[in-house]
């Protein structure tokens, strides 16, 4: 019937694009030289570095360092932006992941990150 | 044959142990320690105890609260209350074993149909899916179903709404999120789709409210028991005031009848705190066994997530989907009695979290201008879906309560109007 799986159909098209080979040179390039601002940073423009981290890293699909860096964010500002929806995707490509090797843990460690960061929105929401 | 009936009639039918079985179940398919499974079938089995607890203290506040309001204006007034009308259906109406099952075929159904059909939403609110179960049981109930066929047709029905509301979410929420990784997990789908046909009728998507700036400050807001005090006091008190003092006085022993009616407010929000925090240790150890599972069983799944999820994409439409929801449910209070239907009062945490959410779904088809009209037309919706319930509610035996997720309301006028006729046939 219609509605069945189509055994031939390949998975969901990945959250994040390929990137070209150039462009992840280019990308490692920015990232050093964010990570090198980011010593100096204060206030605004820490946010707005570690923001274009987590969303660099996140282009060259390193999701634990885009993680790492987008939790930082909004762990000292917290208010919606980029790395509230950027980390909606990448946990849900790590539970995605989890669920694939069977890796309970891992799995359980993503859904109760998603569930905090959906805490993390109502407080924020409540609060604007 | 004597075991097996000491079994169905004094264990399968008390729902406090019927969850801590079921919690036991999710928890050795995990293979959880000893230790932990333990603790966490008695968890289970204590939230059903706080959530009966929590039952009793709303429905006391309730009866209370249906005396002074018909005397007051003559007619009857309906709290829309989703929680009050799962803890009375679980305690008060003897139907928390069936729910409890229920609850479990609604997942068991939804993680097969993800497994096995196109449509891979997984719904991962666990409280949406226990009022799911609420509605599914009580309806069936009424429609005269019993034991098996109470659970299997509840977990059939249920299912599909857990798998077919996001999945019509699904075009808007793409839109909104830019992606197709996570879907809406929350019943009050329905309502979502009916304020962006109005939104797409009226509107237009170019014109954002995400592009204006707006007034801040919500804070009453920010506790969810607070939020239900602002409105439950001042609707006590003022009920209390036209009933007058010869009615109330003796409902209120000793103290004074407004401060009596008051606290009796008070009392309603300190049942749903205790209700709520029941629901949580119930759920705490059900759900994350049983996504668990689920996620393995469906590893490609688009999770179904509760309505928070929406809010970082749309602010501003949040804001302004309350506000509309809000006057759309007190235009509906007042002009639904005029139609031979109660009225309801409104809810101020459904018009937040469901007034909001549709917001954004207004906002991305039909812009401010959607996001406006459609709110109001989505505030007057969600209340008179309600409004239809109440007679069958009260045959039931609730008490001054209705629902509010108009999904689950939906799933129940299926039963009142498609089911329980095809039982009548039978």
Redesign the interface.
Known sequence: MF????KKKK???P?IEKVEVADIEQLKEKIESLESDLIAALGKDRIACLNALGSAYMEIQDTEQAIHYYEMSLEEDTV??KA??DL??LY??K??E???A?D?EQ??LY??K?DNL??T???????? | MGVINFIINNILTQAGITLALIALLGLVLQRKSIGQTIAGTFKTLLGFQVLSAGSAIIVASLIYFGKIFTQGFHMQGIIPSIEAINGQAMNELGLGSPIAFTFLAIFVVNIIIARFTKWKYVFLTGQAILWMATMCTAFGYFAGLRGFMLVAVGGVVGGIFAVAMPAMAQPIVRKITGNNDIALGHFCTIGYLFEAGVAKLVGNPEQSVEKIELPKAFEFLQDTYLSVMVIMVPLYLITAFFAGEEFCQPLAGNTNYLVHSFLQAIQFVVGVYVLLAGVRLILGEIVPAFRGIAMKIVPDAIPALDCPVLFPFSPNAVIVGFVTTTIGTVIAMFVLPSFGLAMILPGMLTNFFAGGTAGIFGNAVGGKRGAIIGGIAHGFFITLLPALLVTIFNTLGFVNATATDVDTISAALFYAWIIMPLMTLL
């Open positions: 509605f069945w799986n189509n998975q969901e098209t959250a919606f932006g509230c929806t909606m995707s849900n490509i539970r995605r989890a669920a694939v069977k309970d799995l359980q859904l109760n998603i959906m805490q929105t109502k407080t924020i929401m409540r609060k604007v």
